[in-house]
């Protein structure tokens, strides 16, 4: 850096005497730039806007011809300016004109200037614009001035986010910062939600806390808060909290090791001495570091990215003050928006006011996802890089049906959304309507209609839809989202409040399912080759009786003088189910010796979830008291295609010949012995499917809490004879035609 005019910090302590100016936005651009180009002492300074429509648009200049200001574009990839934002790097050239990719504009007069130094005018590493400065000799400019012209750039990068500039922008051409965006991702929780975004994990910096009024003392602040982080982190990786192997202590581990980097904290020291505050140094440096990274092709490198960006944002929570966690002051209609999340972090939130969830990084069977679903919120997944794309208030759209996501939505897609909200809330009065009206079809035959749950959030449910009962209690979710296995004491009050709240109506418990895609946190985490085939369910509750045991016990003590309902998960031979029986009747026997009061009734069953268990239905069917089928997993190992892997998740039909004949085999032999048999799985949840299943025989479904209604009303209006005459096509393959008469049966509900 040529120090005429002192040097970054001083230019930095002009700008934020322009920027405090009460003058528009189009005669701070101009200032700035005179300021930058003399503080360089470059003879050419100016600033390009990236706009909505992909050009980048002059904005302001010194040095070259003031007409050209707003009339000069280039396209984004375009002339070194494009090639500069396509990059996000920047580039340092003598000799500009003998660059291939020099694009001659003749209105700026640039062809006298050679040297030219662009950077990218970067936030959360996303390019805003190109800030460029150039002269007339042949030089290349050093290392510091690059670093100046950098930081300088973060100033305009405020600027440009704060919106200032759409004032003075073209309809149509304002910059791209606020231009709305329309995304694509996976759907992972039904439902609309309009409204307000909110960071789960808010970026920190605010302009007015960019420059530094005393360098020395910011200088300071850095080192204390890379040292409390340091401190933090050591502390974390000795605590209880932390199991001795597996992600979480990786993920730690990676996070000390970044903390200790030297060039990450040198970076950020001298970001501090050219006149940052200690918060934007760290903001600048992983802003540079995620352009960088973002660009990378080694996915390895882009997972690390996230690492980066965690640890960034402990330091600035540091320097801030603000502690991680939910926004203290939560819009009405807030929609999160979040890189990851942990399940128990949404439960923080209060639920009246969140509209909908949109997350980078969860799959449809991830903990997150099923909490959502759980609390109903309509949620989005794997949108790339949304996280950075949202500012905190901006206007967002999430439909959890379809998984578009609309950020910044224009008027008119705003109002469109709002008629189907309205259209949904509607029909949701009318099913509301029908909640203590039994499921009878037209001509007379009762459905059961319970529904599937897991946590505490799920229970009011049973009384708002009106469901028949919890028709599978998925007991995982409570170890899923607790960070420490939870204790007896705790099992057995979650297993009281949920007998409580059912009442009178049947629960149906489902002991541990863990392992395949649900893992626990706190227990060593087994590397396999096939998960879903793998050491889970019941295999992992036999083995390691010790969960299992207690977890009976939890179960029996809760519903002491009651009934008690509990299936055991993914059995595949009836000797397991032996087994496992004999284990709670060990427990019963032993409580029983201490003097607890057992539960009045117990009735054990068996999910249908292994193929092979079809070819003992006769066996298994004497044993049990009841049945429930796992269809999510039966059609997996039926058609050996992963639920969990989008590529071949929907590459078959659940209702196709060889489905259809297995819940029919199921249906008649349970018939035949006399013996109750649910569906659980999301087909049951399904329209079309919950007909087909109703046709075959089945009178007792388990759905999601928001499938209620709309199958109660398609079953209030729906005669069982047809559904059982359209099921005799499918059954004879005629398959076109029975499935149009589905489609007819089931359109009867959303006309209601
Ligand atoms: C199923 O497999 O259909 C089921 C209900 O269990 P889960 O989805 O919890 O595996
Ligand atoms: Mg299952």
Known sequence: MRGAYGGPRVLLRRLREVMAEPVTAQDKLDRIVVLIAANMVAEVCSTYVLRVDGELELYATEGLNPEAVHQTTMARGEGLVGLVAGAGEPLNISDAQAHPAYSYKPETGEEIFHSFLGVPILRAGNTLGVLVVQNKAHRTYSEEEVEALQTTAMVLAEMIASGELSAIARPGAEPAVRRPIQAKGVPLAEGIGLGIAVLHEPRTVAVENLIAQDVTKEATRLDEAVEKLRVLLDEMLSGDNVAPQGEHRDVLEAFRMFAHDRGWVRRMREAVLQGLTAEAAVERVQSDTRARMLRATDTYIRERLHDLDDLANRLLRILTGRDHGPAEEMPNNAILVARSMAPAALLDYDRTKLRGLIIEEAGPTSHVSIVARAIGIATVAQITNIASMVEPGDALIVDGGTGDVHVRPPEDVQKNYADKVRLRARRQAQYQKLRDLPAVTKDGTAISLMMNGGLLVDLPYVEETGAAGIGLFRTELQFMVSPTLPRAGEQEALYRSVLDSAG?????????????????????????????????????????????????????????????????????????FDEAREIVERELTHLRKWGHELPQTLMLGAMLEVPALLFELDELFDRVDFVSIGSNDLIQFMYAADRGNSRVSDRFDPLGPSMVRVFKKIVDKAIEKDKPVTVCGELASNLIGALVLIGLGYRSLSVSPAA?????AMIRKTKLADVQSAVADLLRNDDDQARQRFIDLASVADAS
Not at 512 to 522: E, N, Q, S, T
Not at 546 to 561: E, F, K, M, N, P
Not at 708 to 712: A, D, V
């Open 504 to 576: 009178e109506k049947p629960v149906i418990f489902r002991t541990l399912d863990i392992g395949g895609d649900k893992v626990l946190p706190y227990l060593r985490k087994i590397e396999e080759e096939n998960p879903a085939l793998g050491w889970r369910a019941i295999r992992f509750g036999l083995d390691r009786p010790g969960i299992l045991r207690s977890q009976v016990r939890a179960l029996a003590r809760a519903a002491s003088g009651r009934t008690l309902r509990m299936m055991f998960p993914m059995v595949a031979t009836c000797s397991e």
């Open 708 to 712: 209620i209604g709309p199958l109660k």
